[in-house]
């Protein structure tokens, strides 16, 4: 009972490469280079399909991956870069006519509903008009604690980890691990992921350099030697990070279990 997640992108807000800039990785014809904003899709054993963050970029990434179905989506914290690409769920809900479930937490779905309002509180906003041109996704906003619950017939554990003025949620769903945007991992979340035995972990690694709201590459190989998953799997990465100077650098610290994240790139992890 395998399940398969898919990145669909391993970039930080700005994506790589960054408009206008003239550095060595933005303008690198390495492909591994190339980086949408950060999204994730899982595939479950039974077809069932649970998208994570729904990028500015998505629409192109699920065209690349030639998905033609959602069953709920995730939204780790309200960031722009992970969650204004709602829109572009409009066609699976045109051809199902069914709503698809948006889970996030209190602060992320109170935010949802202010930007998204005509999405969220469609029959406040459509009270006395109908809607007209080309339709608006079905979209029910459904609002989580940390804790385990049920999606898509499978079961989640979030954990609020700290990012910036917010919190954004982390995820163990079998044995993946998956954590991005957060400025560190407290104690007893860290247990969490290392007695969950992972076979792979997705992890947020913006830099070289402490951050603010980011993990940078000494902390975040102190998380991985913590949980000891056997592969962790870098993502949320800068232009900083030239992807085979990233890999060299791992390899000389022994690390070699941790691959920076390939945008469109599928791991297999056990159900449990």
Not at 40 to 58: M, N, Q, R, T
Not at 112 to 137: E, S
Request: charge should be negative.
């Amino acid at each position: 009972m395998m399940n398969k997640i898919t990145i669909l992108g391993s970039g930080t807000s700005t994506g790589v490469p960054i408009l206008g800039c003239k550095c060595s990785v933005c303008q690198s014809t390495d492909v591994r280079n190339k980086r949408l904003r950060t999204s994730a899709l899982i595939e479950f054993h039974d077809e069932k399909k649970v998208l994570i963050d729904a990028s500015p970029d998505l629409r192109t990434q699920l065209l690349k991956t030639k998905i033609d179905s959602l069953d709920a989506v995730i939204i780790t914290h309200d960031h722009a870069d992970h969650t204004h690409g709602m829109d572009d769920l409009r066609p699976f809900c045109f051809r199902t006519q069914t709503a698809i479930p948006v889970y996030s937490d209190e602060s992320a779905g109170k935010d949802l509903r202010r930007k998204f309002q005509y999405l969220f509180d469609r029959k406040k906003v459509f009270a006395d008009r109908p809607i007209l041109g080309g339709g608006i996704p079905l979209l029910d906003l459904e609002v989580i604690a940390p804790g385990s619950h049920q999606i898509a017939g499978h079961t989640f554990n979030f954990h609020a980890l700290p990012h910036g003025h917010e919190e954004s949620l982390s995820i163990i769903q079998g044995k993946l691990g998956y954590v991005v945007d957060c400025r560190m991992i407290p104690d007893e979340t860290l247990k969490h992921f290392h007695d969950a035995k992972l076979e792979i972990l997705i992890i947020d690694c913006l830099r070289r350099e402490p951050h603010q709201t980011h993990l940078h590459l000494d902390l975040t190989l102190e998380y991985i030697q913590n949980i000891s998953p056997k592969l962790a799997v870098l993502t949320h990465m800068g232009h900083e990070w030239d992807y085979l100077s990233l890999m060299s650098e791992l390899r000389t610290r022994g690390t070699n279990n941790v691959f920076p994240a390939q945008d469109g790139q599928s791991f297999l992890y056990s159900n449990a």
